[in-house]
């Protein structure tokens, strides 16, 4: 069976940690640190991986942090697609709050997709996309009116027809 291809536009880096108590203005030492590649079609090339599948995660990464989360995501996924964009892959937090049990999320929006990148990115899609196929996650609002239109959106310029979540 071939690969099952999942596409993400908005991966993240996903900071996990935790600490004693979150106290507004003051330093919060936190404990236990993992930094994961994240983002939904990531997460669900991981599980299917995870349950003996063929994956090919095809994703956007780029600025200082996407060499980081194309070495987080190698400690899960041999192989991967990455495409190159100008922006920072976002970081993703979250933070569990011993004394409270709260887990305290703070996500980024993401990175800006110029055109320019949105249309190397349909070119890269229209070569390479054959079923099965899955794409998954949120967009961010940064990317939306970009992104969303030309590839992950409805309508005649929709790139991208298989599951979604």
């Known amino acids: 069976m071939s690969a ?4 993400t536009a908005n991966p993240a880096i996903d900071v996990w940690a935790q600490c004693d108590t979150v106290v507004a ?3 919060t030492r936190v404990t236990d640190v993992r ?3 994240g983002g939904g079609g990531i997460n669900v090339a991981r599980v299917l991986v995870a349950l003996g599948a063929q994956a090919l995660p095809v994703y956007l990464a780029g600025g200082a942090t996407g060499p980081l989360f194309e070495t987080l995501l190698k400690r899960t996924i041999n ?3 990455p495409i190159s964009i100008a922006g920072d892959t976002r970081l993703s937090e979250v933070i569990y709050e011993r004394s409270t049990g709260r887990e305290l999320r703070f996500v980024a929006e993401g990175p800006m997709i110029t055109a320019q990148e949105a249309t190397r990115i349909g070119d890269h899609i229209r ?3 054959r079923p099965p196929l899955s794409r998954s996650g949120r967009i961010g609002p940064c990317q ?5 239109t030309r590839l992950f959106g409805r309508g005649p310029a929709h790139l991208l027809p298989g599951g979604a979540d």
């Open 144 to 148: 939306r009116p970009v992104v969303r």
């Open 25 to 27: 203005t003051e330093k």
């Open 79 to 81: 192989q991967s697609e």
């Open 4 to 7: 099952i291809i999942t596409y």
């Open 127 to 129: 070569l390479t996309a």
């Open 35 to 37: 930094y994961d590649a």
